[in-house]
């Protein structure tokens, strides 16, 4: 079974700072993408970023990186430069990457405060 | 471009009515699609999914059901409503790269009464 830990269920963080956003994951499997969705108060969910467990590199996409460290099983979101459109709620997920997998678990969600 | 719209955005219904959500998508063809809800203050639960038309996967064994009748139409169901039903609906659909990422709906928030 697949499982997303996300341990911070808010942070405040001060306009222009960079922030890190922690995420764990339990898998056995070898082959698998990971994935950050942010929430603003809307509702809609925008995917960010992804990572996939073969990939050599860390992921970037402007100012989000995915801090991958294999090992250790996480897969932190770096937000460089925060603004205060960052204020909302992030997801972790992760997909098996096995053939006819189409199950995408989400962690329970960090809700990021960006203060002027 | 691909959309996908949900409706209605709204809605309160009392315990033991009837629900139907709708979801549709447009800018692609035999998308993988998603129905997802997510609990107050907390993370986003699957509860169905299909890779075409009349094929559904049930994640969760529960009052509701799933339907695909057309290509790019995810319909969610129930023919009677429980309080623990409200929540915030999310249909979604799978990107055709590599990655799978995918891309959601704008949502339905449910309050059963």
């Known amino acids: 079974a697949q499982k997303i830990t996300q341990t911070q269920p808010g942070m405040f963080v001060q306009e222009k700072e960079a922030v890190t956003l922690d995420c764990t994951y339990d898998?056995?499997?070898?082959?698998?993408?990971l994935f950050w969705y942010k929430q603003p108060s809307s509702g809609e969910m925008i995917f960010l970023i992804y990572?996939?467990?073969?990939?050599?590199q860390n992921a970037t996409e402007g100012r989000y990186s995915l801090n991958f460290q294999k090992a250790r099983k996480s897969a932190n979101l770096v937000i460089s430069a925060s603004q205060l459109g960052d204020s909302a709620m992030y997801f972790c997920?992760?997909?098996?990457?096995?053939?006819?997998?189409?199950?995408?678990?989400f962690g329970t969600g960090t809700r990021l405060t960006i203060i002027p | 471009s691909q959309t996908i719209h949900q409706w209605p955005a709204t809605l309160v219904q009392p315990v033991g009515s009837p629900l139907s959500l709708e979801c549709t998508v447009e800018g692609t063809s035999n998308p993988n699609l998603y129905w997802y809800r997510q609990a107050a203050g907390r993370g986003l639960q699957l509860l169905f999914y299909s890779v075409g038309i009349g094929q559904i996967s049930s994640e969760v064994p529960q009052n509701l059901s799933a339907s695909r009748p057309q290509d790019r139409q995810f319909i969610l169901s129930s023919k009677k409503l429980l309080l623990s039903d409200s929540g915030f609906y999310l249909c979604a659909w799978r990107g055709v790269v590599y990655t799978g990422e995918l891309f959601f709906g704008e949502g339905s928030r449910l309050t059963v009464l």
């Open positions: 990572q996939g467990s073969y990939d050599q």
């Open positions: 997920a992760m997909r098996l990457t096995t053939f006819g997998n189409e199950k995408l678990t």
């Open positions: 898998t056995s499997d070898p082959s698998y993408g």
